[in-house]
């Protein structure tokens, strides 16, 4: 079973500090890092790691242990909002692994976190039965300034932990998500207001696809526009949907798709369901990927 | 670096044989047995297994052991062709590894069986320099019954070994190839003679894809017709070329396709390809699948 992780924690800065993290993340067995980026304007790093749950959870606690001693929000300024020393931390489930099983290992990290080293911790996302709660800008609004009063109210006792700010890491966010695909349609076209319709069309907050944010833009070098999009659910709004409704509506504009990119990493399970789609291949199953078979 | 092979025995009833066999197979690091089966009729098994290439090579040399030993070509009756004990013996890139490599690899065991077993070998596909020597049928037509006369002639003297057969386990005959991908195409309609000119279209022997081999049938129970393919170079043949002739040629015949399948193992790069040409994805690496940053 392969879960990935993506914690978010709040430093960006002092890359001593940051290096330390991801040497007690290394020094998991069953755990690789697969990337770290720091950004020193939002003084904030980003760590994608994966493993076995097992793996996983220890990963995590070590990376609280070493942020918790390292990390004082009180003296933390970067543009990114933050609750907390490590931000958030999502499980996003990849193979052999379901969102159940992703959710489980949230609410058991929560819990060791809160018990560990005494920070309170929301769950947020699939591991939230909170409507309120499921989205980490709701839960995070009121940064770490605004943490004591807003943890005060009833509607803000967190999932575990004390109800009160841990005085120098705040709170923690932790839950469960997809892995989210970072996808662009270019069109041959200079139109921008192309882009933007199609983009408006697509997306769910404008009436489009439940699980697709996107933005219409002009790339200036190459004189052409492109749809950018995240998708954050690939099983429910797959990548194919999504290029053949780009693409429809597109030609309603007499325009066409130049070319499609997945910007970083992308599940093989997102590609599969397009070819498996495309080629009309009837059950199909994972285990026939020669690939598949190779690994334990 | 990850290379399959598919050695073929000439043993498929005496099934303890054939566990002994297996048994050899899996005791070697560095490889995995993934599939395994004997035909009683044909008496013979198939092994797939895969691995770097120095566990490959000890596997193989480790079945010729157990092969040479336990089989005697004097006593052995079936209906399918064979030349030798261990029959053929082809080296299949998976992953991280080029036809070279498997080139390299088929010519290095070929070398260790002629001189480990006193077994002349042929080598054959991509590993063959000589064009009357490529074909497998060809190199094996007389079979083990014939061997002495055929390898006494100039044109069949072998690549590696003595110009004779070895009296119980005959010749062996070891290439490279790409891996092979059992392909159908159900069309909905009941018409065999439209699966038929379909399957003309596309195979080589009637003019279509260099790397197609095809057939029409009648799939009685569902009333439908099938075209059924190998594709034998997925680089070269890309299914979705493939599938997309189908679909054009079924057209003119006013038939729909009613959905493909793909029978046993397949690649992940010949799914890959059909993902990256439909969604039109520019500039796709292989690294950027998720899965793909796990392996070392």
């Known amino acids: 079973m392969l879960i990935e992780c993506v914690p978010n924690v709040s430093e960006g800065r002092r890359l001593e500090v940051v290096a330390a993290m991801a040497e007690a993340i290394r020094g998991v067995p069953g755990v690789r890092l ?5 950004d020193p304007s939002h003084n904030r790093s980003v760590f994608t790691l994966a493993g076995d749950p097992i793996g ?8 609280f242990e070493r ?4 990390i004082d929000l009180r003296a933390h300024k970067g543009e990114h909002p933050r609750l907390g020393a490590v931000d958030v931390v999502p499980f996003i489930p990849i193979e052999g692994a379901t969102m159940a099983d992703c959710v489980t290992l949230a609410k058991k990290v929560g819990a060791e976190v809160a018990a560990r080293f005494g920070i309170p911790v929301y769950l947020y996302e699939e591991a939230s039965s909170n409507p309120a709660r499921k989205n980490l800008e709701d839960i995070r609004r009121g940064e770490f300034e605004g943490l004591a009063a807003k943890i005060a109210s009833p509607d803000w006792s967190p999932d575990f932990g004390p109800k009160a700010p841990h005085p120098t890491a705040g709170a923690s966010v932790i839950g469960a998500r997809m892995p989210l695909i970072a996808y662009n349609i270019n069109l041959a ?7 933007k319709k199609i983009a408006a069309a697509i997306r769910q907050s404008s009436g489009g696809f439940r699980y697709v944010k ?5 790339l200036q070098d190459r004189g052409i526009v492109q749809v950018s999009m995240n998708l954050t659910n690939y099983e429910k709004t797959p990548i194919f949907r999504v290029f053949e409704t ?14 499609s990119e997945i ?15 495309y080629l009309q291949i009837a059950s199909f199953k994972p285990d026939q990927i020669l690939e598949n078979n190779l690994r334990t």
């Open 34 to 38: 697969l990337d770290l980026s720091s």
């Open 246 to 259: 780009v693409k429809r509506e597109a030609e309603r504009y007499g325009v066409s798709i130049l070319e």
């Open 56 to 63: 996983v959870e220890r990963a995590v606690l070590a990376l």
């Open 214 to 218: 996107a933005a219409g833009f002009m």
């Open 189 to 195: 076209t200079d139109r921008l207001d192309v882009a």
């Open 263 to 277: 910007v970083g990493l992308v599940p093989a399970a997102a590609l599969n369901a397009a070819a498996e789609f």
């Open 67 to 70: 942020a918790t001693a390292g």
